[in-house]
């Protein structure tokens, strides 16, 4: 029963080791990493060793996608103009933002104006209209005046006549 405690303990320990040599990615492979390998694949079972490749394969996976952002990461000179060019960034969008609602409120009291200038523009043609009805009615006053002058006048031409 010790034996076994002891046997689960160095199991433990050799997986241990293999699980902090693959966390820490360093990739050196030394003796006491190899041996460490060797005594946890002899205590491990079919199961954990298929466990382990699969840990394996992700732990390289995982270092190659490490790799891949760090040569991502721009160079220290570009890195520390970052919050510069983050500030100018925002600095322009404040300002594209301001030009917008400007634009905005711009054009809302050009439509306003619009509307204005129709409603004046109607009030105007009323008024014309109005001015043209009451020019047609005085256009027709006189022309009735005028037959009645003319009339008037021959009739006071014919009682000259007839007397």
Known sequence: MEERRQDR????????????DMVNGAGAIDEEADDARAVASAVMTSEQRLRAAELDA???SLRSSIQD???RV???????QLPHLHAHSLASSAALALQLNA???TKEQALQREMSLQEENAAY?????DCRQKIQEK????NLLQINLKLGHWR???AMVVR
């Open 125 to 129: 043609e009323k008024a014309i209209s």
């Open 69 to 71: 952002l760090h040569l």
């Open 139 to 142: 256009q027709m006053e006189t």
């Open 74 to 80: 721009p160079p220290p000179h570009v890195a520390q």
């Open 103 to 105: 634009h905005s409120s």
């Open 58 to 60: 992700q732990a390289a």
């Open 156 to 158: 006071h031409v014919g």
């Open 9 to 20: 303990s160095g199991a433990m320990s050799g997986i241990l080791a293999w699980a902090v």
